[in-house]
């Protein structure tokens, strides 16, 4: 990281790892690894939230660690757990050895030997290449009691086995929080970060991202897919399609050999834009040449 000493260095070194951001972007993410504070990110579902702490992480080269939250987690999910099978043979081998100390064997079953760790508990290890990158995404599935253990977790970098203690981090792991925003997150977690709301990108840096990330589509075509799914995005639809699913459309079509779009391409390949089937039977008929003549239109306003 000593080599993040501007946020031009900060987005270059993004860009290398095939994530383009715009300054907004570059400047918070410099902030966070200067300060050594979490990074907040809220955005639609697929603009490249949890991307960026990949790139991160290979541009970095720091171990990655990724809690992915669901409804239910709870703090013993996140941090840690005991191997019960390995214990249980452990004491059957012990009366089955006569072995009567019971301390010991206690001891024993509590230790290392036995701890199964979960994310938050490995982000908080020593690793010889750095603090790790600890992604916490998608946080607003949970709920708030998790977000208040969570809150003090990040407060002090440490967790507490009640067999074992308290582990702290010996340097704090770089923190990266998404969130689809399903509901809204704590003002006393967010206070904690620097917040960034990662929205969809213009028409010049989805280009980009593009080239970037499927750089052997051809330019004219690229040009066409960018606009048909800004196009798309101003439709009345249920989830509007993110980065990610403009990557995957593009490299679609290049295993198909399309070299232009059209209605009927628009209309075979639809899945790998749209996930919802009411948003699918939108564009049926006449409508995927409307917004694609309307896309085409603004590629050539004259």
């Not at 990281?1 to 987005?11: F, L």
């Not at 809690?67 to 249980?88: I, R």
């Not at 960034?196 to 990330?213: G, K, N, S």
């Not at 009345?236 to 209605?263: H, M, Q, R």
Request: charged fraction near 25%.
């Amino acid at each position: 990281m000593s080599d993040m000493t501007s946020i031009d260095a900060v987005q270059e070194m993004l860009s290398g790892q095939g994530y383009i951001c715009g300054r907004a972007l570059g400047t918070v993410v410099f902030l966070s690894l200067k300060l050594g504070r979490p990074l907040f990110l809220e955005g639609e579902a697929g603009v490249g939230k949890t991307e960026i702490a990949k790139a991160l992480a290979a541009g970095l080269d720091r171990k990655l660690i990724r809690l992915q939250c669901y409804e239910g987690l709870d703090a013993n999910s996140a941090v840690y757990e005991w191997n019960f099978p390995a214990q249980m043979v452990a004491i059957r081998a012990a009366e089955a050895a006569g072995d009567a100390d019971r301390d010991a064997l206690t001891t024993q079953l509590f230790s290392d030997e036995f701890l199964i760790e979960r994310p938050l508990l490995e982000a908080m290890r020593p690793d010889e290449r750095g603090a790790p990158i600890l992604l916490i995404d998608e946080l607003d599935r949970t709920d708030a009691p998790f977000e208040a253990f969570l809150l003090e977790a990040l407060s002090d970098f440490q967790v507490t086995i009640p067999e074992m203690g308290t582990i702290k981090a010996p340097e704090p792991p770089i923190v990266i929080i998404t969130s689809n925003r399903t509901r809204e997150v704590h003002d006393a977690l967010k206070r904690r970060c620097l917040y960034h709301w990662v929205d969809y990108p213009d028409f010049d840096r989805e280009m980009d991202i593009l080239h970037a990330r499927a750089p052997e589509a051809a330019e004219s075509l690229s040009r066409e897919v960018v606009a048909f799914v800004q196009q798309l995005r101003t439709e009345d639809l249920f989830k509007k399609p993110g980065v990610a699913e403009t990557i995957d459309w593009a490299k679609c079509l290049l295993a198909l050999d399309v070299i232009t779009l059209s209605p009927e391409v628009i209309a075979d390949t639809l899945g790998a834009i749209l996930k919802y089937q009411d948003d699918i039977a939108k564009l049926h008929g006449s409508e995927a040449k409307r917004i694609l003549d309307q896309a085409k239109a603004s590629l050539d306003p004259a």
